[in-house]
């Protein structure tokens, strides 16, 4: 059975930085591109990151380039999104999700919330 | 950035009634669209994937159709089980863009 397990959500102040992490299980991980996509309360859904198998290639929308990095550890099965600058409309709910061909997430976690404010 | 333009904003249907969504892209996305339902407290979940293509395990009274510009979720018979926020999602080009949302609503 999938399961992406995301971790490492809270409160932070304005500017201040967090790192999110996902734990993979129930597939081959190495073998699929992985991504973070979020939703602000009460709003819908925005696509945040994009990693390439092997963590070569990261794609990102403007809003988070520059502040956010996808990375990834074939080793551990695990997804990684550190947040630096952040900002309050960063506040969402950070989901992890696995990209299948060509560029559909078919498998998401339970989501962990990341409130931004001082 | 390719614009989603997903409609209606929300809508409610009766036991057994066929329900429509539809997403408007500002450009065409050759059929790389998806939608997810979601459930209220719940992750979204993949229904339908290149437009027209049902994900394993969706009931078959889920189907989309559209081309181009213009994409549409049906419902043929409202469940109650269906009563989540759809969206539409394009991954034609980055950066992916998701619909504003569809809150489908058992009446």
């Known amino acids: 059975e999938v399961q992406l397990v995301e971790s490492g959500g809270g409160l932070v102040q304005p500017g201040r930085s967090l790192k999110l992490s996902c734990a993979a299980s129930g597939f081959t991980f190495s073998n699929y591109y992985m991504a973070w996509v979020r939703q602000a309360p009460k709003k819908g859904l925005e696509w945040v990151a994009t990693i390439s198998t092997s963590g070569s290639r990261t794609y990102y929308p403007d809003s988070v380039k520059g502040r956010f990095t996808i990375s990834r550890d074939n080793a551990k099965s695990s997804l990684y999104l550190q947040m630096n600058s952040l900002k309050s409309e960063d506040t969402a709910t950070y989901y992890c999700a696995r990209r299948t061909p060509p560029s559909y997430f078919d498998y998401w976690g339970q989501g962990v919330m990341v409130t931004v404010s001082s | 950035d390719i614009q989603m333009t997903q409609s209606p904003a929300s809508l409610s249907a009766s036991l057994g009634e066929t329900v429509s969504i539809e997403c408007l892209a500002s450009?065409?996305?050759?059929?790389?669209l998806a939608w997810y339902q979601q459930k209220s407290g719940k992750s979204p979940q993949l229904l339908i994937y290149a437009a027209s293509r049902l994900q394993d395990g969706v009931p078959s009274r889920f189907s989309g159709s559209g081309s181009g510009t213009r994409y549409s979720l049906k419902i043929s018979g409202m469940q109650p089980e269906d009563e989540a926020d759809y969206f539409c999602?394009?991954?034609?080009?980055?950066?992916?863009?998701f619909g504003a949302g569809t809150k489908l609503e058992l009446k």
């Open positions: 450009e065409g996305i050759s059929n790389d």
């Open positions: 999602q394009q991954s034609y080009k980055y950066p992916y863009t």
